[in-house]
């Protein structure tokens, strides 16, 4: 382990937990403004998706690639339609995998 | 005699009751744990840095976004900051719970703020929201934590092996995995229009903002996405209120 890790791995524990427990041990003192908790409930859909988009559509990092040979889009549509259909994480998992390497390999 | 009795669980029967209602979830956290493990080891982290994470940090969304963005170049501290964000959550987790739990003593509070995960919060607190006197509930919360704590770290290992077992993982697309285990997350999410508007203007503003150093990009997107749902639903909430004065 580098020391850099070390270095990550305490930061993110600190404001991981630095987040988790106050607010647990304190919530009873403690009232967060409405706009604040209606603020919290966005934040892991707006994430994901700030992640996913740039992933799928520029893959290598630098260009942008909307078109049909470019498996990660495809098969990230592809997973869209699986889990809306079945809002089933694993099935998504397994058959978007599936069909990513499918593309891969035949195209 | 009986009603009461089944109230007054015994710390035992709440710990394993707790534990049984976290099986599903432990299910679907598996693939999730092993994927992290292989992407992790993958992404350039060593196997005892990647045990590291899950052992002090136990945040499987963050855990992977960190991974990602290792990858990638990002300097520590946009992790960190990064990892902020996407955790916030946690804190509308802790105020549901939090005046439940008000009589425990720091001997409680400090663990189970640590074990406090998205999957835990959701049968805790309908455990919590139950009615009846239940002094032991705590044990609930515990056994919830415990088995998602214990699962975690042993999927984290399989994925770990795995990872390293596999020759040059990147040209099989094994990046995709974190993608693809993201959609799966965030689709079930959009369950109302504000939350889609919200999803929607989150990744146009990443995908424009890509060029921006140190992934900054990812936080404006965050930011202005939010910003989008909670503007969207203040504004569907006015028109509803408008309609219902008309009417």
Redesign the interface.
């Known amino acids: ?2 020391g ?25 003192r ?1 009232e ?1 403004p409405a ?1 604040v ?22 893959p290598d ?1 630098v260009y ?1 690639n909307a078109s049909l040979n470019n ?2 889009l495809v ?2 549509l592809a ?2 339609a699986i ?2 259909r079945t ?4 099935l ?3 058959l ?2 599936a069909i ?2 499918g593309l ?1 390999l035949f195209l | 005699m009986r009603s009461i009795e089944s109230d007054l669980l015994s710390p035992s029967s709440e710990f394993w009751a707790g534990f049984r209602a976290t099986i599903p979830l432990v299910i679907g956290a598996i693939p999730f744990g092993i994927i992290f493990g292989a992407l992790s080891v993958t992404s350039g982290i060593s196997p005892a840095g990647t045990m590291g994470l899950s052992m002090f940090v136990f945040a499987g969304s963050a855990q992977f976004i960190a991974a990602g963005l290792f990858a990638s170049g990002t300097a520590n501290a946009i992790i960190v900051l990064t990892t902020f964000v996407v955790n916030l959550r946690h804190a509308l987790y802790s105020t549901t719970l939090g005046p439940s739990m008000r009589h425990l003593s720091q001997r409680w509070l400090l663990p189970l703020g640590f074990w406090l995960t998205d999957e835990t919060f959701v049968v805790t607190a309908q455990r919590f929201a139950r009615p009846g006197d239940a002094p032991n509930r705590h044990w609930f919360f515990l056994g919830s934590a415990v088995f998602m704590y214990v699962n975690w770290q042993v999927c984290t290992l399989i994925g770990v092996l795995a990872g390293q077992a596999i020759p040059d993982p990147l040209s099989w697309g094994l990046d995709f995995a974190m993608s693809v285990t993201f959609i799966g997350m965030v689709v079930p999410m959009v369950t109302n229009r504000p939350i889609l508007i919200s999803v929607l203007i989150a990744g146009a503003t990443a995908l424009a903002a890509n060029g921006m150093p140190n992934k900054l990009g990812l936080l404006l997107a965050a930011l202005l996405g939010v910003a989008a749902g909670v503007l969207a639903e203040s504004t569907i909430e006015t028109t509803v209120e408008e309609k219902a004065v008309q009417a």
């Open positions: 382990m580098t850099r890790e070390i270095a990550l791995i305490l930061g993110m524990f600190l404001v991981t937990f630095g987040v988790r427990y106050p607010v647990l041990a304190f919530a009873s403690v967060l706009l908790r209606r603020s919290l409930k966005y934040i892991p859909a707006a994430v994901l998706s700030a992640i996913i988009v740039p992933a799928v559509l520029i990092g942008l498996s990660y098969a990230g997973a869209v889990s809306w809002k089933n994480l694993l998504t998992i397994l978007g995998m990513f390497l891969r």
